[in-house]
């Protein structure tokens, strides 16, 4: 007798590219603060991509508002309670953070440098919350299936982490940059997301119980398995264990997993909602 | 704050007439839908952006073989804590003097979070305003020193209207009647403000288990896994933040390509 | 103060000020500033009878210049203290319906389609049908059993069905109508 809030597509798309947003974002600023010179492509590509990442978010959510002229009323009241008034501050936040890192990525002087560093250590929380909330947003309403998953918050920042670095990777290798060290680094990293965001699923799973059919059995369920856990996850990381010598396969791990988190959002949205 | 208004919906009364149904379309100017048949004389299936009153038909088996055929007029339940007013990121859901929730239909943008927070699935989507809509408790008549226009036509006061003390002494009372003639799982549902979601402004009187009516036994406030799912989620964010860091930490010179 | 029945049924003109409803309903004073505005408020209250079956439940018309803006029970009616039945509350149905004919459809004796025609068009015809069957098929005199000619003034080729919708006044008319034609068979959907 429940109602579904018929998020489809255009927020399939946001909770996937926002999620990318904030992991290119948190994974940028942990190299700028944490990593040697030389990854500074990876902090550059990171910035840079989360800006018009950023923004597409914004467009797909304005867009999929019934009256999107309105979408300032969201910034009529904050409730700290509430993922979607939190959320909707927190884009915009993170956007601001998004620009200013972008465009101080391109400084050349120490000064710049140093601030951008302390942008990114504070920003780094919104691209967290970025990621995440999506799901606590999920969990938090009335729907079966979503308002039994507690790790829902968790498996999307796993997500946007690992797909977020691949992005970032990916960027890397089109531009050429692949030869530096920073691509080791952030496939490396991209493995660590992955090899976690594989553990928080299978908890997601397992605390879920019955309540998990939506997923697991049923229409979407081949999707599920073949699409997120095969395709999205296992294969790339088998993939990467080659993908160090061969880079062509390491990007196209990369690939896949960006269609495992499109997946893992399309899944988990439409699985109830169709 | 004024007083606390309820309407207590006793279904051993309901006569199935839809009298309230047509009420409320009447008042609210609501309009009509195009019914479909759901196999019960019921009509319309769910709440829809047209229907805030909505009379059930249900047909339960009992022991003896026969049906017993349970009538009640749904509606919004004027939740004490409503998850949909707390999910709402404008603030245009919002709470009357009067304990009573209304959508504020000019603050409204339509992000329907209010549609997949309501543990009852009342609110509902307009989709050619763009806006949230659910049952008003007839807001322009409760401040107008009107009753709700449901509660008014019901031919046989299976629906009242009143302050909320009042209502629940009633009921009570009226709980106690039933049982005394034999209807054994006359029980009350919503009544109690130390129950769930802290009461329903708008409760019922039912002849048999809440899940008969299609309701849940035990509705519990989204919003209640919000700390809960925030905190997995930071933890989840330092074990990722962790091993980013371990992979970007700078070595000196060492190559740490795995 | 407990809420009486009657006092938040009604609204009538006479008490349009919100303050005069506070003493007898619900105790306005903390709401005033946010006092929303009612449909009915500046609108005119007239009495009425439902109109469809015999109960005869009494109704409160509000209108605003030539239109009905609303219509409901009216608690003042002691048989039914403001309550409806499910047509009743959708009364008014009758004066607003965009789904309501407003030409009169007409289907010649032998077609296979209905074709609209104006209103006046169809008194017209009803008129000059009635007058036509009247002039041809009136009886004024007859032979009784005892074979004696007798005035008998009856027209059995119509016949008159009354419905429940009619109200007294109307049911008069009808009836007048129909004896001064001579119609016999002078019948009502309730006792059908």
């Known amino acids: ?274 | 704050m004024a007083r606390t208004l309820a309407m207590f919906t006793d279904t051993s009364l309901c006569i199935g007439c839809r009298a309230c149904q047509v009420a409320c379309k009447q008042w609210n100017e609501l309009g009509m839908e195009v019914p479909e048949w759901t196999g019960t004389y019921q009509n319309h299936e769910h709440f829809t952006d047209k229907t805030f009153r909505l009379v059930r038909f249900i047909e339960e088996p009992k022991p003896t073989g026969d049906l017993a055929w349970l009538l009640m007029s749904d509606v919004c339940k004027h939740c004490a804590q409503a998850g949909c007013l707390d999910a709402c990121p404008t603030g245009a859901i919002y709470r009357t003097e009067y304990g009573t929730v209304n959508i504020s239909q000019d603050v409204c943008n339509g992000c329907r979070y209010c549609v997949s927070s309501c543990p009852f699935g009342v609110v509902a989507f307009n989709e050619s305003t763009g806006t949230a809509t659910k049952c008003t408790f007839c807001n322009d008549r409760i401040h107008n020193g009107l009753g709700p226009a449901c509660a008014k036509a019901c031919p046989t006061e299976s629906i009242q209207f009143g302050f909320r003390d009042d209502l629940v002494a009633k009921a009570q009372k009226r709980v106690e009647t039933l049982k005394a003639m034999g209807f054994k799982d006359a029980q009350l549902y919503g009544a109690d403000a130390k129950g769930f979601l802290g009461g329903l402004n708008a409760f019922f009187l039912l002849l048999s288990r809440p899940g008969t009516y299609h309701l849940p036994e035990n509705p519990k406030l989204p919003q209640r896994n919000v700390v809960v799912d925030s905190l997995l989620s930071i933890g989840s964010a330092l074990i990722v933040g962790l091993g980013a860091l371990l992979a970007f930490r700078d070595r000196g010179k060492g190559r740490d390509d795995a | 103060m407990s809420l009486s029945r009657r006092a938040f049924l009604k609204f009538g003109s006479a008490t349009a000020a919100g303050v005069a409803v506070g003493a007898r309903g619900i105790d306005l004073a903390p709401v005033e500033a946010a006092a929303t505005s009612l449909k009915i408020r500046e609108a005119k209250a007239f009495h009425g009878v439902c109109p469809y079956c015999a109960v005869g439940c009494g109704q409160l018309v509000y209108a605003k210049g030539d239109r009905i803006i609303d219509i409901e029970g009216d608690p003042d009616t002691p048989h039914t203290q403001g309550r409806l039945c499910p047509k009743g509350a959708a009364t008014i149905q009758l004066s607003n319906n965009p789904l309501r004919p407003t030409k009169a459809l007409y289907r010649a004796p032998g077609a296979d389609a209905w074709e609209e025609k104006p209103l006046e068009w169809m008194y017209t015809e009803i008129a000059k049908r009635y007058y036509d069957a009247r002039e041809k098929h009136f009886i004024e005199k007859e032979k009784d059993k005892d074979g004696k000619l007798v005035t008998v003034n009856r027209l059995e080729a119509i016949a008159s069905l009354g419905s429940a919708c009619i109200d007294n006044e109307e049911c008069y008319l009808l009836s007048k109508l129909n004896r001064t034609l001579g119609i016999v068979y002078h019948e009502h959907q309730a006792r059908v």
């Open chain 1, 1 to 274: 007798m429940l109602k579904t809030p018929g998020w489809e597509m255009m927020i399939v798309w946001y909770f996937f590219l926002g999620g990318i947003a904030g992991g290119a974002y948190f994974t940028a600023a942990i190299a700028d603060n944490f990593g040697g010179a030389r990854d500074r492509q990876v902090a550059r590509a990171g910035y840079v991509l989360s800006l018009p990442l950023v923004m597409a978010c914004g467009v797909l959510l304005i867009a999929d508002l019934g009256v999107p002229t309105r979408f300032l009323n969201m910034l009529r009241v904050l409730k700290f309670w509430d993922p979607m008034s939190i959320g909707a501050w927190v884009v915009g936040a993170f956007g601001m953070f998004s620009f200013v890192s972008s465009v101080l990525s391109f400084s050349t002087s120490a000064r710049t440098d140093a601030l951008r560093r302390k942008i990114g250590l504070v920003g780094i929380f919104f691209g967290f919350f970025l990621a995440s909330y999506t799901g606590v947003l999920l969990s938090s309403s009335a729907q079966p299936f979503w308002s039994e998953a507690r790790l829902m918050g968790a498996l999307f920042l796993a997500s946007g982490a690992s797909t977020g670095m691949a992005a970032i990777s990916l960027i890397l290798f089109l531009t050429g940059a692949s030869a530096g060290e920073g691509w080791g680094k952030v496939k490396k990293a991209d493995r660590y997301s992955m090899v976690f965001e594989l553990c928080v699923l299978a908890i997601f799973l397992a605390l879920l119980g019955s309540a998990a059919t939506p997923l697991t059995s049923g229409h979407f369920a081949p999707l599920f398995w073949g699409g997120l856990v095969g395709v999205g996850l296992i294969v790339p990381l088998l993939l990467d264990l080659v993908g160090h010598r061969v880079k062509t396969l390491a990007a196209l791990s990369a690939l896949l997993v960006l269609a495992g988190g499109f997946v893992l959002r399309y899944v988990v949205l439409m699985s109830i909602q169709s």
